[in-house]
Structures are given as structure tokens and as C-alpha cells.
């Protein structure tokens, strides 16, 4: 089979091709496309899109069905180039073909390394998953399992690793000695931690900003935006959170620690929604079977106060019933370790990169 590698930008019949593959990868029940979001990323409407440069990138058969596809993303003033937004039949030559030709637009757009997957903005989407297949919850960065294969077969290397702890149901006699007597020692110095409202949720949101902006800038790929795109691409939250199940932290009122959970709506939320998916999301968001335990973050002055916060979020999982999910902690993070003995499973997710020598 011969195949042909298509470097497009807002050719019609390219993007809907591109965003075609993953229906014809994924089943209905595991599929976690944003096709619309794609589409902007695309044609240069995202509200990220003024920060980069994208390169789009198709591997069509002799049939014209796409076979392969990625997005190469390009920064000012950065030399690493970002490849995402991938998605690949396990055909080792196609990916090849496709990961080739990202390489040598890198090089030509002055990079001298290339960092994946990344959907072109760290605020997006990153990393592959690389075990518990049969497992997904809402947030993942789901795959298919040879796409890291696919490429370190290409020469990609893993340069960062990340976790996910699936907790069992916490039972109502379950103590955690280290962990409460922290929460309430904190609570003791002055420390208020508690949930967010409907009404204080803007406010919430971007307090939320404040203390990520600055706690999460030494991750790969990070970039900073602004107050009003961070409210812009998290702002949907508010519909599916479950107030309880969000904490803050204030010391002398200033907001110095966030943890944010939601339901686990599993694929619910993804892609165009119909009446019954809507329908679906309602009926878990009255009654959860599980929790996602998206995004923490502790002002790191404030020594202790993680394990607090997490003591909180223990304490309303033992009155829901229900298992969840710690979510995508980097390797090195503390609070992977909390509340080990609750843990039954570890998902794993990698970031790879590879460095461009320039003789394509």
C-alpha cells in the first residue's frame, strides 16, 4: 500500500478528513473527540490560537481515507515544536511517514526538538496512556495502546512520566491518623478550607487561575495565557461539578489552595451533544458512581495544607459511597502517595520528545 503525507491548512476537504479518523479508530462508547474544538484549532479560531502557529498533518492511503494524522504546533522564540492531536491506524510506515514529515517542518521552523503528544497548548490536552485500556474517566487522555510504540519506533524517547490512583470506595470507618490530625491542625492556625457555591463560582474560577498560573509554570510545555482565556476554557466546570466535591484554601483571606473534583461522566461530555447525552449527564451528575479528582494545587508556603485539603475531599468520598479517581500526578508529586492504602489500581501516561539534528 502506498501512502501520501498531506501538509494542509484550511483546505475543507483535509479537515474533514482529519476529523474523521478518530470515528473510525474508537468505538462509540470509548471515543473522546472534540471534534469542534479541533476544527478551531484548525482553521485558527481557538481562543489560544493568536500564541502559536499550527502545522496540520494527514496520511492518506491510495483511497484517500486517512490513516495517520497529527498537528505540529510552533512558538515564537521557542525551539521545541509540539506534536499533537495525533491519531493512527497501527500502521508503523504511515506514522513514520507522518512523524518524518513533522520533523522536518520542525527543523525548518528553527526547532531543535520535538515534544508529544501535546494538542498544541499544555492547556488543552497531553501525554499517551500506556496501560489500563479497559478503564477511562472523564478528563483522561485516552488512546490507542501502540501509539507509544509508534513512536519510539520513530526515535521518540519518554521524558516524563504521570499517574492516575484509582481509590477504592473509602469506608465509613476508614482513618487516616496523619491525614486528619493535619486538617485539623490547620484548621487550628487559622486555615479555612470549605467548598465554593453557585454564586461564588466566577470568583472561584479565578482564584483558581491566580494560584495555577504561577504553581504549574515549571510543567513541560507550559505556557501562560490570560484571566479571561483561562475563564474561557474552564468556565463549562460550573455545569458539571458537584459543589462538595470542590475545596479552597484561605489563610487570612487569600485564596492559597484548590482541589477540584467532578462526577466521572465517562464520554458524556465529549463531542456534539444529543437530548440523551444531556439526559445521561444529568442523571450521573444527581448520582455519581465515581469521582475524578482533576486539578490540585497548593501554595507551596503553605506547608501541610495538601494533606488537609485531601483529608477534606476523603471525608465527602465516605459519605458518597463511591470509588474515584486521583488524577494525572507527576511523577516526583507528593500527593500521588496520599492515601496509599485506598489505592487499587495506577494508570500510567507519558510525555516523549526527540531531539532534531536538522539533516533531513
Known sequence: MNYRVISFSSEEQYI????????????????????EEERRILTGTHVL??????????????????????????YPGDRTA???????????????MLLQKAEKIAVNQN????????DASFWI?????????DRSYTGEPYNRDYYTALWQKSGYEVTERYYSNHYRSVERSHQNALFSARLAQKQEEGYRIGSPSKDTFDRTLIE????????YQNFPAYKRISREEFVSLYSYLKMLIRY??????????KAVGFFISIPDYGNAVYGKLTLLDYLRILRIHARPASYVMLYMGIDASHHG???????AIKEELKISGVPSVGALIRQGNINKDYFQELIDCEYEYVLLHKNLTGGF
Open 208 to 215: 483558581v487561575y491566580e494560584l495555577l498560573i504561577e504553581l
Open 82 to 96: 509540539y506534536l499533537g492531536f495525533f491519531e493512527s491506524e497501527n500502521n508503523e510506515k504511515a506514522a513514520s
Open 111 to 118: 526547532c531543535d526538538k520535538i515534544c508529544g503528544p501535546i
Open 125 to 133: 490536552r497531553y501525554r499517551f496512556k500506556t496501560n489500563c485500556f
Open 305 to 311: 495544607l495538601g494533606k488537609a485539603m485531601a483529608e
Open 16 to 35: 474533514r478528513k482529519f476529523l474523521e479518523l478518530p470515528g473510525r479508530l474508537y468505538s462509540r462508547k470509548e471515543i473522546m473527540q472534540q471534534p
Open 244 to 253: 462538595p466535591m470542590v475545596k479552597m484554601a484561605y489563610y487570612q483571606g
Open 49 to 74: 490560537s493568536h500564541y502559536f502557529t499550527v502545522f496540520p498533518l494527514l496520511v492518506l492511503d491510495e483511497e484517500k481515507n486517512p490513516v495517520s494524522r497529527a498537528v505540529l504546533t510552533v
